[in-house]
């Protein structure tokens, strides 16, 4: 046999190979959908989710007046256990969608939600509030939530452009904001809240039919970068997130966020009506929405190019900068909307950052659980914003004492960013897993965020009973 021969026979069945690995690679990538129909039905998708959730604080005076006696405690509760099962559903929802895909675990999550808003329009007492706009409501938003989209695009879209197609998500994301708030008020007035609730279910439940696109696991699109390609389990990833101290601090910054926009999401209409212009508040809520598609657009694309997080510690300073004007400035419905639009601009920007640091650090496999529990950390501050806006406005007939711990927390998260390591999370020596691991990164996070909350409150809680005023106010609350 000649050498040419020789040759030939080798490399037959290398091509044969070659050919059988293309055409399993398009057969697995076939059931797939182009990743522009993704990030535009995600967009929606996401924008429905996010912009009927954004709507409760329009409804927060009619529900108040008309099923809860003009307290706003039930209220509070109800928006701050809505947060913590959030918090608490979404790395079930992200691990499930890691498992089998987004399409199953955001359908299931718009039918909690369709469920839990028509209880609502039929609440007529304390405890449905609680239990349809609290509890239902956050396990509905933790399955049909951004999250769950944001870990479906992140791992269907290329390395190269998956910071930018994440900003382009959160920003679609918020032009729900932007159209439904204005529509929730005209529907209440023109309608009634009950109404308007019946309507948004509608909605809800419509937005299945947009959730296939969504399907696909993890392991099916782009492979791993080598760093990240370790084929762990869930629990062997999440041992390691333990011991992560830039994965920590992560959490511990986010928490921030969390109670950022929960309080002004929440109370922004209210603090506007105590200013005496309920319904220029009411715009600038809208104006968040629409100014943060420009602030996500902006974060997505910054952030192909440069540092995430140091790019997250400016926006948390920006924020503290921008609630302390505000707070300061005359209350003239003018800087309302300036500051709806200055706060628009650093509304969501944080989630695509934030989001593909987790995928930065961890990869794609995991990447729904392990932002999942980063975002549990943001709901906790949501159920610290959400009952803390309620008691101080309850006891002390204003928001500013929650204002400035807003401000307080920002400096404290600008700082923390500052302090964390980019890139993926290396493996622990064996050994040493207890010198890198949570007492030194929780342990700063946690003296900054006590720092600056006792800063705030240590002019205010004077007496020695404020702390069982507080757990009093709690109590009497649920009694009601």
Not at 341 to 364: H, K, Y
């Amino acid at each position: 046999m000649s050498v040419s021969s020789q040759i030939t026979v080798t490399e037959a069945p290398r091509s044969t190979v070659a050919t059988m690995i293309r055409g399993l690679e398009t057969k697995q990538r076939k059931g797939a959908f182009p990743i522009w129909v993704v990030i535009t039905f995600g967009g929606i998708l996401t924008a429905v989710s996010l912009g009927i959730r954004s709507t409760f604080g329009v409804f927060l005076d009619p529900v108040v007046e008309g099923v809860l006696d003009g307290v706003q405690g039930p209220w509070g509760i109800a928006i701050a256990v809505q947060s913590i099962m959030w918090g608490i559903s979404q790395p079930v929802a992200g691990a499930v969608s890691d498992r089998y895909g987004g399409a199953v675990t955001f359908a299931g999550g718009t039918v909690i939600y369709a469920v839990a808003l028509l209880l609502m329009s039929t609440a007529q007492s304390a405890f449905m509030v609680i239990f349809a706009g609290g509890f239902l409501t956050g396990i509905a938003v933790g399955a049909a939530s951004f999250a769950v989209v944001l870990s479906a695009v992140g791992r269907m879209a290329s390395p190269a452009r998956r910071s930018m197609a994440l900003g382009v998500v959160s920003a679609a994301g918020s032009m729900g904001q932007f159209i439904l708030v204005p529509l929730a008020r005209l529907l209440i007035d023109r309608w009634s809240w009950q109404d308007a609730f019946v309507a948004f279910a509608v909605v809800a439940a419509a937005t299945i039919l947009l959730t296939p696109s969504l399907r696909g696991s993890a392991t099916r699109f782009f492979p791993e970068p080598a760093e990240t390609a370790t084929g762990r389990t869930l629990r062997q990833e999440l041992r390691r997130a333990a011991q992560a101290r830039p994965y920590l601090l992560l959490n511990a910054a986010f928490f921030v966020c969390g109670f950022h926009v929960t309080l002004i999401g929440a109370y922004l209409p209210r603090y506007g009506e105590d200013l005496g212009h309920k319904d220029t508040a009411t715009t600038a809520l809208a104006l968040i929405g629409l100014f943060n598609v420009f602030g996500s657009l902006a974060a997505g694309a910054l952030g192909g190019k440069h540092s995430k997080t140091k790019l997250l510690s400016g926006i948390y300073a920006a924020r503290a900068l921008v609630i302390s004007v505000y707070i300061l400035l005359p209350p003239e419905p003018a800087f309302t909307l300036l500051f709806g639009a200055a706060i628009g601009l650093l509304w969501l920007s944080t989630v695509p950052l934030t989001s593909g640091m987790v995928t930065e650090q961890f990869g794609t496999t995991h990447s729904g659980a392990l932002f999942g529990i980063v975002f549990f950390s943001h709901q906790l501050g949501a159920f610290a914003g959400a009952l803390g806006g309620s008691w101080a406005h309850d006891r002390y007939g204003s928001y500013d004492l929650v204002w400035w711990i807003a401000v307080a927390l920002g400096v404290a998260a600008s700082l923390i960013h500052l302090s964390i390591e980019e890139g993926p999370v290396q493996n622990t020596p064996s050994g040493t897993t207890r010198a890198g691991g949570l007492l030194p990164a929780g342990g700063l996070a946690s003296v900054l965020l006590i720092v600056g909350i006792g800063a705030v409150l240590l002019p205010v809680l004077t007496g020695s009973d404020d702390i069982g005023v507080l757990v009093s106010w709690c109590f009497s609350v649920l009694e009601r």
